[in-house]
C-alpha cells in the first residue's frame, strides 16, 4: 500500500463521490417524502391482499413487501439507492486500472518504485474509501428523512442498520466484477456503457423476478442477493445468497490481482 | 460518406453487445411467460384481483396471461435499454475523438464541422434503428410457439415505434452533451445523470395521481404502453414533444460545435 497512490487516488475521486452521494441523499430525501400519502393508500391496498391465496402474492414479489411500515417502504425506495450504487460501484471498478491505460499514464505510475500489487491494493483501498464514504452519507440521510417523515410510526432500527450494512457487500460486488471484467477485455475505452449494463443489467433481472415470479437466473443478480424487501420481512441478511455474493466479489479481486500483475500494458510509442 | 461508414464499422462490435443483451431479456422473460400463458387458474386470480392492486403494480390494462398484456409490461425495459444504448451512442461518438485524441485529424479533413456531426449523428441512427429492428425480430421468432394473432403484431409494431421515438430523443440528448461538454469527460457523466434522473422521475410519476405531471419530464412515460394497447396510436402531443426536444436538442448541438474549442 502506497500512501501517495491512494491519496491521489482519493483527489481524483472526491468530487464524484460528492455527487454521488448528493444524489442518494435527494433519491431517499423525495422518495421517502411521499411516505405518508403512499402509506394511506398503501394500507388499502395491503387490506385487499391479504385476502389472496398465499401463491399468488409470492407470484408477484408482494409477500415480502409491507408498504404501510416505514420499512418496508424504505425497501421498496431502497432498490433504487442500490441502482445508484451499483453504477458507481461499477464505475470506480471498471475504470480502476484501465484509465491509466487510456489516458496513457500506466508507464509513469509502474516506473514508481511500487510493486504492480500494491498499486492495485492502493487503488483498491481508496476506491473503498469513497464507497465507504457514499455509504455514510446514505445512512445520515436516510436518518434524517425517515426521522422526518415517519408520521409517529414505529421503525426496527437494527434492520435499517443491517440493510444501510448491506450496501457495502452490494458495492464490493459491483467494483469486484468491474475490476476483472476490465483487466480481461483487450481495452476500456469508455467506462460507463461497461457499468451502465452491467448495473442495469442485473436492476432488470430483479425487476423481473418481482412481476413474474421466481427464477434461477436471478440468483446471479446482487440485487436478488442483498434484497431489500427479504431483509426487511425476515430482520436477517438470506445468509447462502451473501455469500455467494462475497464468494464472486473475492474470486474477482483475487484473480483481478493475478491479471493484473501478469498484464502487458501498451507503453507510449 | 467515409466518416459515416468508418463510425458504423467502430460502433458496431457495441451495436451487437447492446443486441445480445436485449435478445437475452426477452429470451428469459418469454420463458418466465410461458408460466403465465393461457394459465386458466392464473386468469381466474387475475380477475379476481382489485383494480387498485392492479393499479399499484402497474398492470392497468394487461391480462398478464395474453401475449399482449405481457408485451406491455415489458415495454418499459425496451424502452429502457435503447434509451441507455442510444444516449450512450450519442455522447461517445462526439466526444470520443477528443478522448482518443484523434479530433485534430478528423477536423483538418476537408469536410465542415457539421458534416463530421451528421456523418456521426447518422451512424448512430443506424445503430438505433439495428437495436430496434433486432428487438422487433428476436420478439417475433420467440413469441413463434404461442402463435400470436394479428393485434398482438400490430401491438408489437406499435411498441417499437414508441422504442424507435425514446431511442431517438436519447439520442440527441447524446449527441448533444458529446458536441456541447467543455470537457469530454463530462459528457458521459452528464448522461448517466439524465438517464438515472429521468428513471426515477418516470418511477414516481407513476407511483401518484397527483404527481402526474412529472411525466412530461421523462421521455419513459411519453409512450405508456397501456395507452397504446387501448387507443392503437401513439399520443399526439408527446409526439410533438419528443419532435421538439430532439430538433431543439440537434441544434444547439450543431451550433455549439460549430463554435467550440476542441480539447486537443
Not at chain 1, 66 to 78: K, M, N
Request: aromatic share 12%; glycine share 6%; proline share 2%.
Amino acid at each position: 500500500m502506497s500512501a501517495n497512490i491512494f491519496r491521489h487516488e482519493w483527489r481524483a475521486r472526491q468530487r464524484s463521490v460528492i455527487v454521488w452521494s448528493l444524489a442518494v441523499a435527494a433519491v431517499i430525501f423525495i422518495f421517502l417524502s411521499f411516505f405518508s400519502g403512499f402509506a394511506d393508500q398503501a394500507g388499502l391496498i395491503n387490506e385487499m391482499m391479504a385476502r389472496f391465496p398465499p401463491e399468488m402474492r409470492a407470484a408477484f414479489g408482494l409477500n415480502d413487501m409491507d408498504l404501510t411500515t416505514v420499512l418496508g417502504y424504505y425497501s421498496f425506495v431502497f432498490l433504487f439507492v442500490q441502482l445508484c450504487l451499483a453504477i458507481q460501484a461499477g464505475n470506480y471498478g471498471f475504470g480502476l486500472v484501465s484509465i491509466e491505460e487510456s489516458e496513457l499514464t500506466a508507464d509513469f505510475l509502474l516506473s514508481k518504485p511500487v510493486s504492480r500489487g500494491q498499486v492495485l491494493t492502493s487503488k483498491l483501498l481508496a476506491a473503498l474509501t469513497a464507497l465507504v464514504v457514499t455509504g455514510l452519507v446514505l445512512s445520515v440521510s436516510s436518518l434524517v428523512s425517515i426521522s422526518l417523515f415517519r408520521n409517529g410510526r414505529d421503525y426496527d432500527a437494527q434492520t435499517l442498520l443491517l440493510l444501510l450494512l448491506s450496501t457495502v457487500i452490494f458495492q464490493l460486488f459491483f467494483l469486484g466484477v468491474g475490476l476483472l471484467v476490465s483487466l480481461l477485455v483487450r481495452r476500456v475505452r469508455s467506462v460507463t456503457p461497461y457499468s451502465l449494463g452491467l448495473g442495469f443489467g442485473a436492476y432488470i433481472l430483479i425487476a423481473f423476478s418481482g412481476l413474474f415470479g421466481d427464477v434461477k437466473l436471478e440468483l446471479i443478480t446482487p440485487f436478488k442477493h442483498l434484497d431489500a424487501a427479504r431483509i426487511v420481512h425476515q430482520g436477517a441478511f438470506d445468509t447462502p445468497l451473501v455469500l455467494i455474493n462475497v464468494a464472486v466479489t473475492v474470486v474477482c479481486v483475487a484473480v483481478s490481482y493475478w491479471l493484473y500483475i501478469r498484464r502487458d500494458i501498451p507503453a507510449v510509442s | 460518406m467515409n466518416i459515416f461508414l468508418r463510425e458504423l464499422k467502430s460502433n458496431f462490435k457495441s451495436l451487437i453487445i447492446w443486441s445480445v443483451i436485449v435478445a437475452l431479456l426477452i429470451m428469459v422473460a418469454v420463458a418466465k411467460f410461458s408460466a403465465f400463458a393461457g394459465d386458466p387458474q392464473m386468469l381466474a386470480m387475475l380477475d379476481g384481483m382489485p383494480p387498485a392492486l392492479i393499479d399499484a403494480l402497474n398492470m392497468r390494462t394487461f391480462n398478464l396471461t395474453t401475449l399482449s398484456g405481457f408485451y406491455g409490461v415489458m415495454f418499459i425495459y425496451f424502452g429502457l435499454m435503447g434509451g441507455i444504448a442510444a444516449a450512450m451512442w450519442g455522447s461517445d461518438i462526439i466526444s470520443k475523438e477528443e478522448r482518443d485524441k484523434t479530433v485534430e485529424f478528423s477536423l483538418v479533413l476537408p469536410v465542415s464541422r457539421s458534416r463530421v456531426i451528421t456523418a456521426k449523428a447518422l451512424a448512430a441512427l443506424v445503430n438505433c434503428v439495428g437495436l430496434v429492428l433486432i428487438t422487433w425480430a428476436v420478439s417475433l421468432i420467440a413469441v413463434r410457439s404461442y402463435s400470436p394473432d394479428r393485434s398482438f403484431y400490430a401491438f408489437l409494431a406499435l411498441e417499437m415505434q414508441a422504442m424507435f421515438l425514446i431511442e431517438l430523443i436519447f439520442l440527441a440528448i447524446g449527441l448533444l452533451l458529446g458536441c456541447a461538454m467543455k470537457q469530454h469527460k463530462w459528457s458521459a457523466s452528464f448522461a448517466v445523470a439524465i438517464i438515472l434522473t429521468t428513471y426515477m422521475i418516470s418511477i414516481l410519476s407513476v407511483m401518484q395521481e397527483k404527481l402526474d405531471f412529472l411525466k412530461y419530464l421523462t421521455p419513459f412515460q411519453y409512450f405508456d404502453a397501456g395507452d397504446l394497447f387501448r387507443t392503437g396510436q401513439l399520443d399526439g402531443a408527446f409526439l410533438l414533444l419528443s419532435a421538439v426536444i430532439v430538433v431543439g436538442c440537434l441544434s444547439v448541438a450543431y451550433w455549439s460545435y460549430d463554435r467550440r474549442d476542441l480539447y486537443i
